[in-house]
């Protein structure tokens, strides 16, 4: 199989994922990158439709059509939301998504108002040194304590109004990009700007080497992933198997890489399928892709959300490795070119069961094994009979 699959084509994942770090989309503010992977599809020569909302549902026509597949990848980043115009003319902030406040103090931003935008900077309540001494160094770490001061004359909660802030407004963390000459990626939002890189470029690479997959695809890009719901609507057709697209903590307790890609075989939803879970690892054993297990105790992706919404599917999860994860993350185009081979090489295999075509199975024929009942009941510790114990024939005293 490795010898049909087509090479990453690496220029366009590092340009497209610099594109689309280039556009805000905190949770809720997703229109325009929408608009921008909708773009890409059509350049590919990928059919796709739209939610209301905005998720992209693809599809990629294969030799049979079930049973089908979807891959996820979120185009939703974290950010932050108006919850205060204070008197003083500054702006209290409520996150967008989970993550901490420590990694937003000294961030610009950009604030979106109903009819224009302007820029700032979230800075901790003590923000002076020379103001405050020793006091800067003890404030604590959460959201109430970090405003954004904006770059316009805004000393009075009027003057916030006149320049048309209100609550609810969208704030956008800008990502600060850097590509280097060793192959890393440092930004914020490449959770999961990097994973929507991937699959665009392996779904190219499909497109322009002509291949037909053995089954219908169809690639997904939600907008709410960061706050829970990400896939759970997102599947019309009867997708018998679903792989999400998502980023990799490389930390101490971890087994992820920046230059491996990982398979997730569990996450705070719980265990993923057992052998959507190892068809990956074989196809990344078969072609030589660099790959990394691990699970992830503080994390939920597109994936576990659609199992939750009741769609009666396998789910797995794969991932990029990246370091410092909802802060300024960092990864390798190494990680990226390793999950970009192995979507490929998922995209043009063989569904894991062909039975799964049929939803709901009337026999144990066609069902799945994973180990066999004779070997799952073996054990080497001997329970002793009853009549080994107490003997034959004796009477109780």
Known sequence: MSKRLPEPDLAYLQRV???????????????????????????????????????????VKGRQSSPDRAVS??????????????DNGRLGLAPVGCWSSRFAEGSRVSLFCDSRVLRGSVLPLLASGHAF????????????????????????????????????????????????????????????????????TALKGIAEARLVPPIDCHPLFTITEEIGSGAAA?????????????????????????????????????PYDFHLSRHLLRLAEVNAIPLRRDLFRYYHSDAQSAVAAGHDIRAALLAFGCDATHGYERTHIDSLEALTHLLTA????????????????????????????????????????????????ESNP
């Not at 057709?237 to 491996?260: K, L, M, R, T």
């Not at 039975?355 to 094994?369: G, K, R, T, Y």
Request: glycine share 8%.
């Open 346 to 393: 998922y995209l043009m295999s063989p569904p894991v069961f062909a039975s799964d075509a049929v939803a709901n199975q009337q026999s144990l024929e066609p069902f799945s094994h994973q180990l066999e009942h004779d070997a799952q009941m073996e054990s080497e510790t001997r329970v002793p009979t009853v009549e080994s114990l107490v003997g034959k024939g």
């Open 17 to 59: 994922l610099l594109e689309m770090l280039a556009i805000p989309s905190p949770t809720g503010f997703t229109d325009t990158i929408v608009r921008y992977v909708a773009e890409r599809l059509d350049e590919i020569g990928i059919p796709y439709e739209l939610t209301r909302r905005g998720t992209i549902r693809a599809t």
């Open 133 to 200: 001494n020793t006091q800067v160094d003890s404030l604590p770490v959460s959201w109430d304590h970090v405003e954004l001061r904006l770059d316009a004359y805004s000393t009075t909660r009027a003057d916030c109004e006149t320049l048309g802030v209100g609550v609810g407004d969208f704030v956008a963390f800008d990502p600060l990009p850097e590509f280097t000459e060793s192959g890393h990626i440092s930004a914020r939002h490449l959770d999961d700007k990097a994973g929507v890189a991937a699959l665009l």
């Open 234 to 270: 997102a599947l019309p057709w009867d997708v018998s198997e679903f792989v999400g697209i998502d980023i990799a903590p490389v930390a101490p307790g971890q087994h992820s890489s920046e230059h491996a890609v990982t398979v997730a075989l569990q996450d705070s939803g719980g």
């Open 73 to 86: 990848a979120h185009l939703d980043t974290i950010g932050a939301i108006v919850r205060e115009i204070k």
